[in-house]
């Protein structure tokens, strides 16, 4: 891994967590990631499964870990399983975890190889009365792939019929949600990736370079600085392109008058950052592109101070949408009738503003956390309004990470990368 090596005591607090909202006499199982295929000999890049990584830490693939409070053998209440290493591997793959490295990564004592876990398996279910299941119930999942945790899930089901059935999701939603201080530090540095990557583009950027190209730089800095590249897909998005929400192609030439809206951002450790900046290709703002640009990150501002404890997410949204539709009002985009005509279910504002303000942000950058009980302290959330223009062929959106303090404004771990105005465009013309 390109990161520095994380104190396992992070990991050992997370289990310490799940595991005091188990049921009595339960067992819970976490499967990493498949290696998912491309065709002939290629794969994709592994992606560990983020559950498991926030359990243990353990970043490689076959990897099983299994949680049992109640086992009878102390040394059986935790257990790690890792693919057993040869001289093979070593040579084609690179070495796995030995079982010392394992321990070490985890803070977890018992280590096996993955060839036991049937057999160690087994016998520790006569013990149990429930297994958890761990299944996706992200609010915007939409996997149709069969992942290495539905195969197990099912092959379990049909072994062990007279077993009962509980679901991990609703614990790792309430705890993954609240973030250890551990975890702001390294999505901190993530955040840190992508301040450099944003000001390496700054001196970067004029009218003909090409969409890619600035994609091509952002990667070049995330690298260099020890991370594995972009948290998510980038958008990188020129003139009328930003008013496609989730523009991906990054395959045209920036034109002279051109806005570029840029929301991509650096992951860390597999912790993501989120951001989203526009800026201008030639360096300058011109009077319409300042006032909508302002009223952009004066709702941004407006809607960080309301991201306290005990804010409702959907309510949350509901007030945004006030303040952004008295912005557009200013801009000439909507008038009182507009609003006093509008459809409760699509306000007037949707128009220009049709995605939320903010999701939560961690191992996933629409991370797992709850959103129907009122914020904590500690949860990490995005704050990205927009305002789509097409029949003017701008759209800007600007997206900050914060994070939920005890007592006033949630803290902005991206307070260092430019934002206003006069910064951007000396910045742009040095």
Avoid at 82 to 95: F, P, S
Avoid at 105 to 119: A, R
Avoid at 164 to 170: G, H, L, T
């Amino acid at each position: 891994m390109k990161y520095f090596p994380i104190d396992s005591n992070l990991f050992v607090k997370n289990r310490k967590k799940f595991m005091a909202q188990m049921k009595p006499k339960s067992i819970a199982v976490f499967n990493s990631n498949d290696i998912y295929p491309i065709g002939a000999d290629s794969t994709l890049s592994f992606e560990q499964a983020r559950d498991i990584f926030y359990l243990s830490g353990a970043d490689q693939e076959e990897t099983i870990l299994l949680l049992f409070p109640d086992a009878m053998d102390k040394k059986k209440r935790e257990i790690l399983f890792v693919r057993e290493t040869n001289d093979h591997i070593a040579v084609w793959e690179g070495a796995k975890l030995t079982k010392d490295q394992a321990t070490t990564v985890s803070g977890i004592e018992t280590i096996y190889w993955l060839t036991d876990f049937d057999k160690i398996f087994f016998d520790l279910m006569t013990e149990a009365d429930t297994i958890y299941f761990n299944t996706n119930e992200h609010y915007r999942q939409a996997v149709e792939t069969q992942t290495r945790e539905d195969r197990f899930i099912e092959k379990c089901k049909k072994e062990y019929p007279a077993h009962q059935w509980a679901k991990s999701n609703p614990i790792l939603q309430q705890i993954r949600g609240v973030k250890e201080p551990e975890e702001i530090a390294l999505m901190q540095t993530a955040c840190d990736i992508t301040d450099k990557g944003f000001r390496r583009i700054l001196g970067f950027i004029k009218p003909g370079v090409w969409e890619y190209e600035i994609e091509a730089e952002f990667l070049h800095e995330f690298v260099r600085n020890r991370s594995k590249g972009f948290a998510y897909s980038p958008i990188i998005a020129a003139g009328t392109n930003a008013n496609v929400l989730h523009y991906v192609e990054n395959n045209q030439q920036v034109k002279d008058g051109d806005m570029i809206l840029m929301d991509l951002a650096a992951e860390y450790a597999n912790y993501s950052s989120d951001m989203t900046r526009t800026i201008p290709a030639n360096g300058r703002f011109t009077d319409r592109q300042k006032q909508v640009y302002s009223a952009v990150l004066r709702v941004k501002n407006e809607a960080t101070k309301m991201l306290v404890p005990g804010t409702i997410w959907a309510e949350y949204h509901k007030e945004v949408g006030k303040i952004m539709t008295s912005e557009l009002i200013g801009l000439g985009l909507l008038d009182k009738a507009d609003v006093q005509n509008e459809n409760p279910e699509w306000p007037a504002y949707k128009k220009y503003f049709m995605h939320g303000t903010s999701h939560h942000m961690g191992l996933n950058t629409h991370d797992y956390g709850e959103l129907k009980t009122p914020m904590k302290v500690n949860m990490v959330f995005t704050v990205e309004p927009g305002i789509y223009i097409p029949a003017e062929g701008m759209g800007i959106r600007l997206e900050d990470d914060v994070v939920i303090q005890e007592k006033g404004e949630p803290f902005n771990l991206m307070r260092n990368i430019p934002i206003e105005i006069e910064e951007i465009e000396e910045l742009m013309n040095k």
